[in-house]
């Protein structure tokens, strides 16, 4: 049993099918890349997961247990994590403060635990040093970083990073991929990312998603040569397709 199973997972909006018999495991010291063009369903995937979008038909779990019909907040509780693409942070408080608050107000903690929490969780992100700052004068990797720290706190097993390294330079994005390396360690990973190389160095399988149909998974190398990947991209490398 792998800690998160997806099993024949289809949504239709109208006549758009976006999620098409889709069958994913993803398992705890695991990442797995989702790419596909734009429309492709990557963010309705995202959505089916956490809760906010309610499937047609088909089987979500973690852990063994059937999260299919479950609430987004419920989710959270059973340990999905989510990373937005553009962080919100509580830029009034400081670091320290804005995972405290997710360990206490998302993770159910006590003061005392979430503080503890919070310092574990900022250790683990690179962020201790930072810890005091205001959060709104972060810089845009710190900010991002700030952000997997925060679904950390709240006791994710399942981490879902949604085009987290979007809008960061070329050496953020590769002090972004550490961070994401270490993390995966004790977590299971989803990373929608068109940035291949940031993919390629983390991901252990890439899934390809393309009208709502997973098109191919497999290791990075083998998914970003295949002619699957060139035909829909259209003979453009995956970092240039977005
Ligand atoms: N709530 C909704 N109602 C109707 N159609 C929707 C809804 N959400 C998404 N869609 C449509 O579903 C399709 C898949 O969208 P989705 O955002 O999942 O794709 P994506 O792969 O994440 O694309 P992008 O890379 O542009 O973010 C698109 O055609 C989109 O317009």
Wanted: hydrophobic content about 45%.
């Amino acid at each position: 049993m792998s800690l998160l199973e997806v099993r024949d997972l289809n949504k239709r909006f109208g006549a758009i099918v976006v999620a098409d018999h889709i069958d994913l495991d993803i398992d705890t010291g695991e990442c797995i890349g989702v790419i596909g063009p734009n429309g492709a369903g990557k963010s309705t995937l995202f959505a089916l997961i956490a809760g906010s979008v309610t499937p047609d038909s088909g089987r979500i779990s973690l852990a063994g247990k059937d999260m299919t019909r479950l609430a987004p907040h419920v989710r959270v509780h059973l340990g999905i994590g989510r990373a937005f693409q553009i962080p919100q942070p509580f830029a009034g408080l400081t670091v320290f403060e804005n995972v405290c608050a997710a360990a206490a107000f998302g993770g159910g903690l006590s003061a005392r635990k979430a503080e503890g929490k919070a310092r574990d969780v900022l250790e683990r992100t690179g962020l201790i040093e930072m810890a005091n700052r205001q959060a709104g004068g972060l810089t845009l990797l710190n900010r991002k970083r700030l952000e997997m720290a925060k679904a950390i706190a709240v006791n994710a097993r399942l981490l879902m990073l949604d085009e987290i390294g979007a809008g960061l330079t070329e050496r953020e994005v590769d002090r972004l991929v550490q961070t994401i390396a270490d993390l995966k360690r004790d977590h299971a990973i989803i990373w929608i990312e068109h940035i291949a190389h940031a993919l390629k160095s983390v991901a252990d399988r890439i899934a390809v998603l393309h009208f709502g149909k997973k098109l191919l998974e497999g290791r990075p190398e083998e998914v970003m040569a295949s002619a699957v990947v060139k035909e829909i991209y259209m003979g453009l490398a995956v970092d240039d397709a977005h």
